[in-house]
């Protein structure tokens, strides 16, 4: 491995939302790059503790930690206190969201915040925390993953695709502000995984809108990060994987 494409000196990586579907994809990625991973979950604690007892068992190391983004500068607080057991964190990957459809009558409060707070404010304060701890000389990644839909917004999900733009906007405005330590950039997937609820909602997708015909997967979204990880040259990007269903 030349220098270009050394990890950074520290390597331990915080992924949020880590426990399930493409988070946890993310955290195997991790993993087998030779990373340390701090697995932030909600709700799906079970779940974590078998992604931690697998990775151990393979010969890796995890630790996983439990946070409500929904109170987002707490969580940061409590999931960077559960990463001091591992060392510097170099790579932070905000994978967790909420995605939620409503209409405008039936838009509330509630639905606002809770999207505002993990989508958007939950990534931030996590960004703050991480450059807090990084060490003087050390520098590192913050991976956003956002959503094609945020660049050209359709009628559905307003505030989720709302706070998606939000945090490409925080992406690039992070991006100067942290330079040149930290290298911030985002992934604005397409249809990787669909919603538990609405199974066949890609494949009608992909037949219709996405230009490759066909869904991608989370290797997909871990082959772009590994891209990112791989660079010490790029910030401030926004990679689509996304089939080029936004075109
Ligand atoms: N799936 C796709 O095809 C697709 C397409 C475009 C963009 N994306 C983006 O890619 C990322 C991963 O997608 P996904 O489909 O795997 O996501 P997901 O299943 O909808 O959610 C990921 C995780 O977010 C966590 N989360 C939600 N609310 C939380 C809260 N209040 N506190 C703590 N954790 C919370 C959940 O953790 P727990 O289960 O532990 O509660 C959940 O497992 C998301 O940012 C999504 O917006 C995905």
New binding site residues.
Partial sequence: MNQESAPPPSTVAVV?????????EIVHSLVRRGLSVVI??????V??SVLVQQIRSQGGTAVAV?????DPRN?AAKVFEAAVELGPVSVLV??????QDRALPWIDQYHCN?HL???LL?PVFLAQQFARQLGEGEYGHIIN?????AQRPGPDHLI?TAT?AALASVTKSLAQQLAPKILVNG??????????DRLNW?QQRAIQSIPLQR??S?QD?CDAINFLLNSRFITGEIINV?GGEEL
């Fill in positions: 949020t939302g880590g426990a399930r579907r493409v988070g946890r932030h979950h909600g709700t799906s604690s779940e974590a439990a946070a409500d983004l929904r969580a905000n994978c967790a969201a909420v995605f809770v707070n993990v989508n939950a993953i956002l959503d094609w839909r989720y998606k992934i604005a997937p397409g249809a990787i995984l669909p919603p538990e890609h869904t991608g989370p979204v996304s």
